[in-house]
């Protein structure tokens, strides 16, 4: 048999069969690269330049986490707004792409020694000692998911991007036809006559008939309306929610301590003064002085006749004094105890000690309890952790949210609220979660369509929530009875709004007509006030509503304006205008020039930017852009 095996292994047939084979598995090992021949792995093309998509992936991840940290821990990151952030990667590092090629084409280059140079002086990176820190620049790269030649070659395109900008940059100066007239625009006071209607002051209504509150009611739903609720069922899981579960055994407890110990054990603690003087024998008479009862000024003084200097050291412990010899002497004396002349490297030092706290330590006894609490939050987040993984199969696996929140110890509650929380009966409603996690589940809950299966999301750092939509109750006009109060309260305060609307309206028609505001408010026993001289940039203690602040510098002399304001209507005229003289201050349209170059700079630039995008060809892979911010 053996024999026959092998006369048929030599034969060509046998050949072939296992060249078939090998290739066979040799295509099946690189499958994904057979499969991707002939197909565009590129988000986007910048003149034949490929942006792939790993690298758009990473570019959006650290957009995203620049924003998170920007923003702080409560952002929550919609699948909306991460797509547009992967969109705005994308289009950022195709505007990269250009200016390279374009930096490129015009021969611009950024020498090794100009980016090592850059780079260490970059204040982030220095340690103490105000030098390039390696470390710092490796925590760098780590925070933003960069490696060192990626975060080189965005530096690289940015120096680039300098040299290319700034010759655009460049010789814009901000002319004095538009520097000056724009200062005196902006220093341009005005003085106004003011009248102030409030409400309270408008005359009171006649009492309305029923008829007109109910056709109120009706054209005002908005106002009278109960919102809309939603009945539900929340469960959340957390840390919290599964502490209580953990008992955390002796053996537990004892590593507890003493891994925490040093938080257990403060160490003695002396509050020192000390008298620093250039030789032994000064130092021995400032000793002898002190010992006889002088007090700390009376030794500052003597101590800087003596060419020497006097400090408090204030409260420490004896690694806070890095002197060995120091701490040796400060804390072998008593309480007041005033030590001998002690040598070190900076001279003679007199030391004092004036208080001391002796070493706590609180034994495992004594502090047990808080070694319970702390092995459960350490072990609660990690069983958290777990359970989310068994709650999301046990909900794909169709166990409805009660049987789950049962199952895993999640904390249940079945609730009617609207979208700020509060029940049909207006109180807030007791929900498992609060702060920022609360909000992020009540809109969750409000966002969602009834039907949708529950399933796990994110409510801040550590909770974990699911709901179940039962019922949406919309929104609807309360009856009339029930809301009778409110609506006639509703009607005088239009009432009075109205009236005082048309006292102002009548003002302004008198102004038109030719008669000054003063004489108008007069005539309709309105008190008038003349406020100002007034810039345009609001001022503290200024009478005008801010509300009619700009209005007025929009208002000739012969003309009036008014304005709603938080509780009532306000008109005033213009009576005088004061103009600026920019000659008479040369710093302020130094400063106005200023601004007004770097506008000029900026429009330059982008107006730049945008041409050279304009013609370079671009072309996207749509499907791939779907791609860009992982889900």
């Given at each position: 048999?053996?024999t026959?095996?092998?006369?048929?292994a030599?034969?060509?047939?046998?050949?072939?069969?296992f060249?078939?084979?090998?290739l066979s598995f040799?295509?099946w090992?690189?499958?994904?690269?057979?499969?991707?021949?002939?197909t565009?792995t590129?988000v986007a093309r910048?003149g034949?330049?490929?942006?792939?998509l790993t690298?758009a992936?990473q570019?959006a991840r650290?957009?995203?986490?620049?924003?998170?940290?920007?923003?702080?821990?409560s952002?929550?990151?919609?699948?909306r707004?991460?797509q547009?952030?992967?969109?705005q990667a994308?289009e950022?590092?195709?505007?990269d792409?250009?200016?390279?090629q374009e930096?490129?084409r015009m021969?611009?280059?950024?020498p090794?020694?100009?980016?090592?140079d850059?780079?260490?002086?970059?204040?982030a990176?220095?340690?103490a000692?105000g030098r390039?820190?390696?470390p710092?620049?490796d925590?760098f790269?780590r925070?933003?998911?960069l490696?060192?030649g990626e975060?080189?070659n965005?530096?690289r395109?940015?120096?680039q991007?300098?040299q290319?900008v700034g010759?655009?940059?460049a010789g814009?100066?901000?002319?004095?036809a538009?520097?000056?007239?724009?200062l005196a625009?902006?220093?341009?006071?005005r003085?106004a006559?003011l009248v102030?209607l409030?409400?309270?002051?408008?005359?009171?209504p006649?009492a309305?008939e029923e008829?007109?509150?109910?056709?109120f009611?009706?054209?005002?739903?908005?106002?009278f309306s109960?919102?809309?609720y939603?009945r539900?069922t929340?469960?959340?899981l957390?840390?919290?929610?599964v502490?209580?579960?953990?008992?955390?055994?002796?053996?537990e407890l004892?590593?507890?301590?003493?891994a925490?110990?040093?938080?257990?054990e403060a160490?003695?603690?002396?509050?020192i003064e000390q008298a620093?003087?250039?030789s032994q024998?000064?130092?021995?008479a400032?000793a002898?002085?002190?010992?006889g009862?002088a007090?700390?000024?009376?030794i500052e003084?003597a101590?800087?006749?003596?060419g020497?200097?006097?400090v408090?050291?204030g409260?420490?412990d004896?690694s806070?004094?890095?002197?060995?010899?120091?701490?040796?002497a400060?804390?072998?004396?008593?309480e007041?105890?005033?030590?001998?002349?002690?040598?070190?490297?900076f001279g003679w030092?007199v030391?004092?000690v004036?208080?001391?706290q002796p070493e706590q330590?609180r034994?495992?006894?004594a502090?047990?309890?808080?070694?319970a609490?702390?092995?459960?939050r350490?072990?609660?987040?990690?069983?958290?952790?777990?359970?989310?993984?068994?709650v999301?199969d046990?909900?794909?696996g169709?166990a409805t949210?009660?049987e789950a929140?049962?199952r895993f110890g999640l904390?249940?509650?079945e609730?009617?609220?609207?979208?700020?929380?509060q029940?049909q009966?207006?109180?807030p409603a007791?929900l498992?979660?609060?702060?920022?996690?609360e909000?992020i589940?009540l809109?969750?809950?409000?966002?969602a369509?009834?039907?949708?299966?529950p399933?796990?999301?994110e409510?801040?750092?550590?909770?974990?929530?699911?709901?179940?939509l039962k019922?949406?109750?919309?929104?609807?006009?309360r009856?009339?009875?029930?809301v009778e109060?409110?609506?006639?309260e509703?009607?005088?305060a239009?009432?009075?709004?109205?009236?005082q609307?048309?006292?102002?309206?009548?003002?302004?028609?008198a102004?038109k007509?030719g008669r000054?505001?003063?004489?108008?408010?007069?005539?309709?026993d309105?008190p008038v006030q003349?406020?100002g001289p007034?810039s345009r940039q609001?001022?503290?203690?200024?009478r005008?509503p801010a509300?009619?602040l700009r209005?007025?510098?929009d208002t000739?002399?012969?003309?009036a304006?008014?304005?709603?304001?938080?509780d009532?209507f306000?008109v005033a005229?213009p009576v005088q205008v004061?103009p600026?003289n920019p000659?008479?201050?040369?710093l302020?349209v130094?400063?106005v020039r200023?601004a007004?170059?770097q506008?000029m700079?900026n429009?330059?630039?982008?107006?730049?930017?945008?041409?050279?995008?304009a013609?370079a060809e671009v072309?996207?892979?749509?499907?791939?852009?779907e791609?860009?911010?992982?889900r």
């Amino acid at each position: 048999m053996l024999t026959a095996l092998r006369r048929l292994a030599g034969t060509w047939f046998a050949k072939a069969l296992f060249l078939l084979l090998i290739l066979s598995f040799g295509i099946w090992g690189i499958e994904d690269i057979v499969r991707r021949i002939g197909t565009d792995t590129a988000v986007a093309r910048v003149g034949g330049d490929p942006i792939e998509l790993t690298e758009a992936q990473q570019a959006a991840r650290r957009e995203m986490l620049r924003m998170q940290r920007q923003l702080g821990p409560s952002f929550e990151m919609n699948p909306r707004m991460a797509q547009a952030v992967g969109r705005q990667a994308v289009e950022q590092l195709v505007l990269d792409r250009v200016q390279r090629q374009e930096a490129a084409r015009m021969n611009i280059a950024v020498p090794e020694t100009a980016l090592r140079d850059y780079i260490f002086g970059i204040p982030a990176f220095h340690g103490a000692d105000g030098r390039f820190s390696r470390p710092l620049f490796d925590g760098f790269l780590r925070n933003n998911g960069l490696s060192e030649g990626e975060f080189l070659n965005l530096l690289r395109a940015d120096l680039q991007r300098q040299q290319l900008v700034g010759a655009v940059r460049a010789g814009a100066a901000g002319p004095d036809a538009l520097t000056k007239p724009l200062l005196a625009w902006e220093r341009e006071q005005r003085v106004a006559d003011l009248v102030l209607l409030p409400f309270a002051a408008a005359p009171e209504p006649a009492a309305p008939e029923e008829v007109q509150l109910r056709r109120f009611h009706e054209n005002n739903p908005d106002r009278f309306s109960s919102p809309q609720y939603r009945r539900y069922t929340l469960a959340v899981l957390s840390p919290e929610t599964v502490a209580a579960e953990i008992k955390p055994t002796e053996e537990e407890l004892r590593a507890a301590y003493e891994a925490h110990r040093n938080e257990f054990e403060a160490p003695e603690r002396r509050t020192i003064e000390q008298a620093l003087l250039p030789s032994q024998e000064k130092a021995q008479a400032v000793a002898e002085q002190w010992r006889g009862g002088a007090d700390f000024a009376g030794i500052e003084a003597a101590a800087q006749q003596a060419g020497g200097q006097a400090v408090s050291l204030g409260t420490t412990d004896r690694s806070g004094l890095p002197v060995p010899e120091l701490a040796q002497a400060a804390f072998a004396l008593p309480e007041n105890g005033i030590s001998d002349p002690v040598r070190t490297s900076f001279g003679w030092h007199v030391l004092k000690v004036t208080d001391i706290q002796p070493e706590q330590v609180r034994g495992f006894d004594a502090v047990r309890d808080e070694l319970a609490a702390m092995v459960r939050r350490e072990r609660a987040a990690d069983l958290a952790y777990e359970r989310a993984n068994q709650v999301e199969d046990a909900l794909a696996g169709g166990a409805t949210l009660a049987e789950a929140a049962q199952r895993f110890g999640l904390a249940l509650a079945e609730v009617t609220t609207d979208a700020s929380g509060q029940t049909q009966a207006g109180t807030p409603a007791d929900l498992p979660l609060s702060g920022a996690a609360e909000d992020i589940a009540l809109r969750a809950v409000f966002a969602a369509q009834q039907g949708d299966a529950p399933r796990l999301a994110e409510a801040g750092q550590t909770a974990l929530f699911a709901f179940e939509l039962k019922e949406i109750i919309p929104a609807a006009l309360r009856p009339f009875e029930q809301v009778e109060a409110q609506v006639r309260e509703a009607w005088l305060a239009n009432a009075r709004r109205h009236a005082q609307e048309e006292r102002a309206a009548a003002l302004l028609t008198a102004v038109k007509g030719g008669r000054p505001l003063a004489e108008a408010a007069r005539e309709a026993d309105l008190p008038v006030q003349r406020v100002g001289p007034f810039s345009r940039q609001p001022q503290p203690g200024l009478r005008l509503p801010a509300e009619l602040l700009r209005p007025v510098f929009d208002t000739p002399p012969d003309q009036a304006t008014m304005a709603e304001t938080a509780d009532g209507f306000a008109v005033a005229q213009p009576v005088q205008v004061m103009p600026f003289n920019p000659d008479g201050d040369p710093l302020a349209v130094g400063r106005v020039r200023d601004a007004v170059e770097q506008a000029m700079l900026n429009d330059l630039e982008a107006q730049y930017l945008d041409a050279l995008r304009a013609r370079a060809e671009v072309t996207y892979n749509e499907a791939l852009l779907e791609q860009v911010t992982p889900r």
